[in-house]
């Protein structure tokens, strides 16, 4: 009975595993990335290679979260409902955050590979919007997931996410960077008599 059970919701459990795991390393790069990239803390080490294969390691997941509900037999989604914002009828508005949350994830994550051809500063300013889609993936697991009310799933998030969000926190509130002391004007030479 268990197996029968298992195999019928197979996609079912391997969409929710997979949405799970992109969110939890999705928040993990996050924190990488902002302590790496920003001033947080002194002597830091270089962290980009973590950060590059826990975002590559988010991207796979979210495929696979998506993809794997075109098996699903309670919800037969088209591959225009999994990736098409306001398409699917099932639960529309969430879904459809959760297809552009994924889509930007995805698509500023392999910006990366082409900040060459961006522009290194252009590629940092577009890079920032990370956090956006991030936060807006956290808004559809806790908004649309099958377990977004049960209490592991939400110690899970929190243990995830709280550390991100402080340390985004502290990058965009924290205390401004200190403006030099204006010099003076060069006075005009007095003149002469």
Same mark, same amino acid.
Not at 150 to 174: D, E, N, Q, S, Y
């Given at each position: 009975?268990?197996?029968?059970? !298992?195999?019928?919701?197979?996609?079912?459990?391997?969409?929710?595993?997979?949405?799970?795991?992109?969110?939890?390393? $999705?928040?993990?790069?996050?924190?990488?990335? =902002? =302590?790496?990239?920003?001033?947080?803390?002194?002597?830091?080490?270089?962290?980009?290679?973590?950060?590059?294969?826990? $975002? =590559?390691?988010?991207?796979?997941?979210?495929?696979?979260?998506?993809?794997?509900?075109? @098996? /699903? $037999? %309670?919800?037969?989604?088209?591959?225009? /409902? !999994?990736?098409?914002? %306001?398409?699917?009828?099932?639960?529309?508005?969430? &879904?459809?955050?959760?297809?552009?949350?994924?889509?930007?994830?995805?698509?500023?994550?392999?910006?990366?590979?082409?900040? /060459?051809?961006?522009?290194?500063?252009?590629?940092?300013?577009?890079?920032? %919007?990370?956090?956006?889609?991030?936060?807006?993936?956290?808004?559809? $697991?806790?908004?649309?997931? &099958? /377990?977004? @009310?049960?209490?592991?799933?939400?110690?899970?998030?929190?243990?995830?996410?709280?550390?991100? =969000?402080?340390?985004?926190?502290?990058?965009?509130?924290?205390?401004?960077?200190?403006? #030099? #002391?204006?010099?003076?004007?060069?006075?005009?030479?007095?003149?002469?008599?």
């Amino acid at each position: 009975m268990t197996v029968a059970v !298992i195999t019928e919701h197979l996609f079912w459990i391997m969409s929710r595993a997979a949405g799970t795991a992109a969110l939890l390393l $999705s928040s993990v790069a996050v924190c990488v990335g =902002l =302590l790496f990239g920003g001033k947080l803390i002194k002597g830091r080490p270089d962290l980009r290679h973590l950060h590059e294969a826990l $975002s =590559l390691a988010t991207i796979v997941a979210l495929v696979v979260h998506a993809v794997s509900l075109l @098996g /699903d $037999s %309670f919800l037969s989604p088209s591959l225009a /409902d !999994i990736t098409i914002p %306001f398409v699917s009828g099932y639960q529309r508005w969430w &879904t459809s955050l959760g297809i552009v949350a994924g889509w930007a994830m995805i698509a500023l994550g392999l910006s990366y590979y082409a900040r /060459d051809r961006i522009g290194q500063q252009r590629w940092k300013r577009l890079h920032r %919007f990370t956090a956006l889609a991030w936060i807006a993936g956290i808004v559809h $697991s806790l908004g649309e997931g &099958t /377990d977004a @009310g049960t209490t592991w799933f939400l110690v899970a998030t929190a243990i995830a996410v709280l550390p991100a =969000l402080a340390l985004l926190a502290v990058r965009h509130l924290g205390t401004p960077a200190a403006t #030099p #002391p204006r010099t003076p004007a060069a006075k005009a030479p007095a003149p002469r008599a």
